[in-house]
């Protein structure tokens, strides 16, 4: 799994969606092509807000905008992100990328879509 790092004070913003420029590049037809920026705040925590009116699911519930810190998941669309404790001194937020390879559903979602009678 991939990962994203930020270094402190770096007043980077992170750009989540299906445009290829974008530091996390998602390529499911459900995310938009500017999806979700992720900003620190002038108090040093770090925030998601969503660019399209779909928003992001955090921790399971959907929102426009909300505070993230580590064990927190972001899904959008089918991918996974998750708010992970960065592996070495020097960042400050770490995030974990998870795609699902194209046409790789899991079972279980699969099965919610079927009717069988």
């Known amino acids: 799994m991939p990962l ?3 270094k402190p004070g770096s007043n980077d913003t992170i750009v ?5 420029a974008h530091q996390i590049f998602l390529s499911d037809l459900r995310v938009a092509l500017t999806h979700a920026r992720i900003t620190q705040t002038p108090d040093g925590k770090f925030q998601i807000q969503a660019n399209a009116l779909s928003g992001v699911r955090l921790n399971g519930e959907t929102t426009g905008m909300g505070h993230i810190s ?5 899904s959008i669309g089918s991918c996974r992100i998750e708010v992970v404790k960065p592996p070495q001194d020097g960042y400050d937020l770490c995030l974990e990328v998870e795609q699902p390879k194209a046409g ?3 079972t279980a979602t699969l099965q919610s879509r079927s009717t069988i009678g």
């Open 70 to 74: 580590v064990g927190d998941v972001i």
């Open 104 to 106: 790789a559903e899991d």
């Open 4 to 6: 994203v790092a930020a």
């Open 16 to 20: 989540i969606g299906r445009a290829p």
